[in-house]
Structures are given as C-alpha cells and as structure tokens.
Antibody
Framework: EVQLVESGGGLVKPGGSLRLSCTVSGLTFRHAWMSWVRQVPGKGLEWVGR??????????DYGTPVKGRFTISRDDSKSTLYLEMNSLKSEDTGVYYC???????????WGQGSLVTVSS | SYELTQPPSVSGSPGQTARITCSGD??????VYWYQKKPGQAPVVIYKDTERPSGIPERISASSSGTTATLTISELQAEDEADYYCQSADSSGLYPVFGGGTKLTVL
C-alpha cells in the first residue's frame, strides 16, 4: 500500500519560514517525480511545484506564486520529500498535499495534507 | 497565466445525470484528468484522459471535444456529493493547471 505522510505544518507569522516533510512508503521513491499541491481556504487546488527523480536530473519547477520563495528537495535515502517555505504571506495559508506525479501528467497518490496558517 | 474554467456548482437528484465541464484553450493539445475531493480527504483521481482507474464505477465517464472536457456522472447517488476538479497542463506541457473546481450537490 502506498502511503504519503506529511508533517511540519503549523502557525507562522507573515515573513516567516516553515519546512514541510513528506515520508513516502510503498513505492520506489528514488524513481518518483514528486509534487506539492495546495488548497487555499475556500478555493481550489493549486500546483506548488515538483522535483524530478535524480536519474532524470533531480531538477525542480515552481508555480508563479511561490517561485523564488519556496524550495523543494528530496532525500532518497530517507524516502522523504521537503518543502522549504520562506517569506510566507497570508495567501500561502492552506492545506499542503504531497503527491506523486506521473511525469508531466497526473497526480496518482496523495498524502492527507498538512495545514499551514500564516497569520500575525 | 493559463486557466481552466469550471462551473462553480452543479446539482441533480438521485438517479439523474450530472455533467461538469472544463474549458481551456490548450485542451486540444493536452490530456485532461479529473479528481473527486470530499471535505477533509485527499483528492482521488477518477479519470485519466480516456481511462477510468480500477475501482471507479462505470457510471462515471469523461469525454473531450475541442477546448471543452466533460465529466459525466450517471445514476447520481448521495455519495457522489463532492468537489470535482479537472487538471491539465499549459500549452508547454510543463506546468500542471487545475480548474477552479465544481461543487456537485445531490438534492
């Protein structure tokens, strides 16, 4: 059974930083493309960014709202995905989901989400 | 930035058919996927282009023509009440885009 478990969410002040983690089991993590998708309260789903497998370069892409502020990384030895969020804004408040992306296609497996609240 | 447009809400009575549309200029060139999301739960992919994943009932189908994709749910049941999202990619194919979501209410 594939499981993705996010952690690290919480309350942070505007301008602050937070790091989310996602531990993955049940699939070959080192071969997986991984993405973060968020849902802002009262709104829909928004793709945050992705990281490719190391065999395909290990590079990352980001959505426009977070580019330059968020960084995605991975530790294949721990089957863990990270999302480093800096210069947080109130509009970054939402539930952040870790997902396995089927290479430029769809999001097959999802975690249960981690709530991030940016508020003073 | 590229957008996919969905109606905010759709409703139907049990046993009826509901159709949810998703419009976008790049849809003729990109594949479309559909997700069901219930409150407090993670999204679940219910259609991958022309393929229905195992475990998804046959009364759920999807089609696409030109710049519009359609998710059809027949024989509506109370359990179908959820938010539905389409997902595709921009014209480059590199960046995923979600529609704004449609709330399906089973009356």
């Amino acid at each position: 059974e594939v499981q993705l478990v996010e952690s690290g969410g919480g309350l942070v002040k505007p301008g602050g930083s937070l790091r989310l983690s996602c531990t993955v089991s049940g699939l070959t993590f080192r071969h997986a493309w991984m993405s973060w998708v968020r849902q802002v309260p009262g709104k829909g789903l928004e793709w945050v960014g992705r990281i490719r497998s190391k065999t395909e370069g290990g590079t990352s892409d980001y959505g426009t709202p977070v580019k330059g502020r968020f960084t995605i990384s991975r530790d294949d030895s721990k089957s863990t995905l990270y999302l480093e969020m800096n210069s947080l804004k109130s509009e970054d408040t939402g539930v952040y989901y870790c997902t396995r992306e089927d290479g430029y296609d769809y999001f097959e497996y999802w975690g249960q989400g981690s709530l991030v609240t940016v508020s003073s | 930035s590229y957008e996919l447009t969905q109606p905010p809400s759709v409703s139907g009575s049990p046993g009826q058919t509901a159709r949810i549309t998703c419009s976008g200029d790049a849809l003729p060139k990109q594949l479309v996927y559909w997700y069901q999301k219930k409150p407090g739960q993670a999204p679940v992919v219910i259609y991958k282009d022309t393929e229905r994943p195992s475990g998804i009932p046959e009364r759920i189908s999807a089609s696409s023509s030109g710049t519009t994709a359609t998710l059809t749910i027949s024989e509506l049941q109370a359990e179908d009440e959820a938010d539905y999202y389409c997902q595709s990619a921009d014209s480059s194919g590199l960046y995923p885009v979600f529609g704004g979501g449609t709330k399906l209410t089973v009356l």
